[in-house]
């Protein structure tokens, strides 16, 4: 896991808190409000509840972190020590776990009839600018580039759960899905909207892009960076685990793996069940696989405790040359 900024100060905690809507989460509100954040501190009930929402929202990545700190489970307690305090470092998506009203997942994400030459499908327009686009996703000319094989296979995960995905190339202001690279605050990696209702391009939806998110598996990472911010476009929130877990969870990226997630009954209710079936084989991901004597772990473990669930571990880009 990468920790892509400097540790916070407690004001900044809050401050982060209050963004991401962890003083709103419905389970146990708070009421805390945007000119009550500079009288609080951490010791503060209010603030301990919010820290408790986001230890349980980021429960994957805490967890893992505890793991290879501890070697066991974290605490969801409200208490920010140093793992706590690493948890706001980590690389996740922007958009709040908790939206305020008016930025809740509303829409049914329901359309089609869209494009006559597809009268049947539910689509969405991805309208791709290039400009920002880092080196290490290929050139910009490259029809076989890295960003070029992430963009197909993320449209062939979503034709799984019966969305077609019509990729165009232009500048943005486009109605539809724009794709843009640009700098995002923090350690933010990827930023969407979710748009209250959509149909047929009519309302302009987004997505950006961090060009400085590069990590060990730039393939499969960058593909679940997609797949997760053009779901916020479909109209989702956050789950926990899986594909729109917050931050990235680690792991091979397979175009099947959306009907194994905890998307999935979403994209039902959204479209249906079906697939549409794309012109071409799956084309296997791109670069050499991992190098000799490097063993990964990947994917999640459940732990039951006489038959009832009691945590779920993701090991996330677990590597160690020659053995664990």
């Given at each position: 896991?990468?920790?892509?900024?400097?540790?916070?100060?407690?004001?900044?905690?809050i401050q982060e808190l209050f963004y991401l809507g962890?003083?709103?989460?419905?389970?146990?509100?708070?009421?805390?409000?945007?000119?009550?954040?500079?009288?609080?501190?951490?010791?503060?009930?209010?603030?301990?509840?919010?820290?408790?929402?986001?230890?349980?929202?980021m429960g994957l990545a805490y967890d893992t972190m505890?793991?290879?700190?501890?070697?066991?489970?974290?605490?969801?307690?409200?208490?920010?020590?140093?793992?706590?305090?690493?948890?706001?470092?980590?690389?996740?998506?922007?958009?709040?776990?908790?939206?305020?009203?008016?930025?809740?997942?509303?829409?049914?994400?329901?359309?089609?009839?869209?494009?006559?030459?597809?009268?049947?499908?539910?689509?969405?327009?991805?309208?791709?600018?290039?400009?920002?686009?880092?080196?290490?996703?290929?050139?910009?000319?490259?029809?076989?580039?890295?960003?070029?094989?992430?963009?197909?296979?993320?449209?062939?995960?979503?034709?799984?759960?019966?969305?077609?995905?019509?990729?165009?190339?232009?500048?943005?202001?486009?109605?539809?899905?724009?794709?843009?690279?640009?700098?995002?605050?923090?350690?933010?990696?990827?930023?969407?909207?979710?748009?209250?209702?959509?149909?047929?391009?009519?309302?302009?939806?987004?997505?950006?892009?961090?060009?400085?998110?590069?990590?060990?598996?730039?393939?499969?990472?960058?593909?679940?960076?997609?797949?997760?911010?053009?779901?916020?476009?479909?109209?989702?929130?956050?789950?926990?685990?899986?594909?729109?877990?917050?931050?990235?969870?680690?792991?091979?990226?397979?175009?099947?793996?959306?009907?194994?997630?905890?998307?999935?009954?979403?994209?039902?209710?959204?479209?249906?069940?079906?697939?549409?079936?794309?012109?071409?084989?799956?084309?296997?991901?791109?670069?050499?696989?991992?190098?000799?004597?490097?063993?990964?772990?990947?994917?999640?473990?459940?732990?039951?405790?006489?038959?009832?669930?009691?945590?779920?571990?993701?090991?996330?880009?677990?590597?160690?040359?020659?053995?664990?």
């Open positions: 896991m990468i920790l892509a900024r400097p540790p916070m100060t407690p004001d900044q905690m962890h003083f709103n989460n419905p389970r146990n509100p708070t009421g805390v409000q945007a000119q009550d954040l500079p009288t609080l501190t951490l010791n503060d009930k209010v603030v301990k509840t919010a820290v408790k929402s986001y230890q349980d929202m505890a793991l290879g700190i501890y070697g066991r489970a974290a605490d969801v307690d409200g208490i920010v020590g140093p793992l706590t305090s690493d948890l706001f470092r980590l690389e996740r998506c922007g958009f709040p776990d908790y939206p305020s009203v008016g930025m809740e997942a509303t829409g049914s994400g329901s359309w089609g009839a869209c494009d006559p030459k597809y009268p049947n499908d539910h689509i969405m327009y991805l309208y791709v600018n290039k400009s920002g686009m880092p080196s290490f996703l290929g050139s910009k000319d490259d029809p076989n580039s890295i960003f070029e094989q992430v963009i197909d296979m993320v449209i062939r995960a979503y034709a799984k759960v019966n969305l077609r995905i019509i990729r165009v190339d232009s500048p943005p202001g486009k109605n539809g899905s724009t794709l843009t690279f640009e700098n995002l605050r923090g350690s933010t990696i990827g930023l969407a909207i979710v748009p209250g209702s959509f149909s047929c391009g009519m309302r302009p939806i987004w997505l950006k892009l961090n060009p400085n998110y590069k990590p060990s598996a730039i393939f499969h990472q960058w593909c679940r960076l997609m797949t997760h911010e053009l779901f916020h476009n479909c109209g989702s929130g956050h789950l926990r685990g899986g594909i729109m877990n917050p931050s990235i969870v680690g792991g091979t990226f397979e175009v099947e793996e959306i009907l194994l997630d905890v998307m999935y009954p979403r994209c039902v209710s959204y479209y249906g069940k079906g697939e549409i079936i794309l012109d071409g084989p799956t084309p296997p991901p791109p670069g050499p696989g991992p190098s000799p004597g490097v063993i990964t772990a990947e994917g999640e473990i459940t732990i039951k405790q006489d038959g009832q669930f009691v945590r779920r571990y993701s090991l996330a880009d677990t590597q160690a040359p020659g053995g664990f």
